[in-house]
């Protein structure tokens, strides 16, 4: 059995060790890479082992193919560029609805009837102002193990939904500095900033994220964007394109807010690279929510933060109370602990993969 998992994860070993080279240099932008054939006699694999590596590459916008002549180097990490060699990458994700599926009654009620056997009482006490530590450090090992994103879980916070997370940060970083946003983007999104009282630039979306002369051009202190499927138009970042973001984010000294809804249920082989992954300056905030990968009734999302804001945020809003009841932190805590979230969100990424 152990076998056949090396096995199967072969592919992504060879797409890490090429996209390290690109990263790195070794592969240049415009080189072209050793054939399927080549690399896979190189490295004692079969030649789908690489094509899956270099399916992986194409869509996250490291490489493209060219008819009859191979794969090139489309990745460079300095150039400052709106890429249209990815339009394929976004015609993919455009053409595939994304369907989250219900997550089971059956296995959410079962985990509801365990959290209350186990725990009594407890599940009826006021949760920590940034959430209950049993459910934080189980989104910290998760996003350890899925999404390459190693924190603690004293950087994660606790909320009822993006929205009331988004208003923390609007309340950290005030009113007085212009906070970007994607156009077109989830008008919820907008709606919720201008609320806050604080002033809104549009920044246009090209082929793969926010244009880049208005991305340089914005004098935008905060940047709220969806690397992943931006609504409506289900545009996603290509990998230049979120170095990008965060080589702004250093220049502009700026802080990204990066909304991950959804990017569980890419029909990738693997997850999406987030920025919060990528960064190395402490420049991004990382929210997601439950919403969509359980269900619309579980009211709660979270937020990760950089280690360096964590004296800002507990200065300005460590006075805030967690709106989530215990109950439904400790249950999610469950569901994340003993692998039942996984496997749905593995069981929707399996049929959103036979789609495309």
Known sequence: MEKGKKKNKKYLEIYDDVRQDIINGVYKAGTKLPSKRIMADEKGISIIT??????????????????KSGYYVSFDKDKQYDAPIIANRIRNHLEIEIDAEAFSYNIYAKTVRRVLTEYGEEVMMKSPGSGTVILREAIANY????????????QIIIG???????GLIVQSWGRDIVYGIENPSYEKIAQMYEAGGVRLERLDLGQDGIESKALWNS???????????????RITASAAKKREYLRWSVEKDAIIIEDDFESEFTPSRK???TLFSLDENDRVIYVNTF??????????????????MKPILRERIGFYSCPVPTL??????????????????NKVRRNNRKKK
């Open 328 to 345: 439904e932190q400790y249950v999610l805590a469950e569901l994340i602990d003993n692998g039942d979230f996984e496997r749905h969100i």
């Open 143 to 154: 996003l350890a193990r899925s999404r390459h994103i190693q924190v603690s879980y004293d």
């Open 219 to 233: 004098i935008a202190g905060v940047l709220h964007i969806t690397p992943y499927r931006s609504y409506p138009s």
């Open 271 to 273: 997850p999406e690279e």
């Open 50 to 67: 690489v094509e899956h590596a270099y399916e992986l590459l194409i869509e996250e916008g490291y490489i493209i193919p060219k008819e």
């Open 160 to 166: 009822s939904g993006a929205e009331y997370l988004y």
């Open 291 to 308: 919403t969509r990968t359980i269900g619309t009734s579980v009211r709660t999302a979270y937020m990760v933060i950089p280690r360096s």
